[in-house]
């Protein structure tokens, strides 16, 4: 197989990829607080035959932190974050962050995560609530007061633009480096009685699908072309 081929082979994997993370987002379009997946691609270049050779490499997947819409529910135990703040939740592989704000309490009074997680204080600790204290409050700082009294805090971090961010399970990230508990809350409020809907732009994914069928279509053919002149040459050139 000549190195057109190869080069057409390496562009069919990494459409393939982009493809699944393309229908991925279009999936969760209305998922609260899910976070768009895109793919970023490099060319790598390899000596064959004394040439150099340029193949598109299998492509990194990276979370776009871009804020998704907010819309009012009037529910009072719905939080979103404005600016770059995230919520913290203990997951089933630990500390995990999200920017879906939709809580509940549980018999106990332990207010958990729509899945069901603790949601925890800037100290990583749950967050325990009397259901009969009186109606719940949520200030633009994450304080929660009942019945005029502050109860407590729900814990809002923001993570490092360098961090790798690994996906979890139910719209939640977790970083490979510590995050930083939110002090200054001019900029990353929360704001009660809202939800902030998924970042993913449906119009875009669905022209970026278009683009990558069109592109993997085109790389099926090379491939195709490319053995159908390696086929002609042996009939050619090969014995009779």
Known sequence: MSSSAYVA?????????RLSTVANNIANANTAGFR??????????????????????AGETYTSLRSGPVNYTGNPLDVAVQGEGWLAVKGPDGTAYTRDGRMHLDDQGQLRSVNNYPVLDNSGGPITLNPAAGPIGIGSDGSITQGGNTVGSIGVFTIPASAKLTRGENCTVIPDGPVEPVRDFTRNKVAQGYIEGSNVDPIMEMTRLILVQRAFEQAATAIQQSENGTDSAIRTLGPT
């Open 9 to 17: 082979l390496s562009a069919q994997m990494a459409t393939d990829r």
């Open 36 to 57: 768009a997946e895109h793919t970023r691609f490099e060319t790598m270049v390899s000596q064959a035959g004394g040439r150099s050779v340029a193949f598109t490499s």
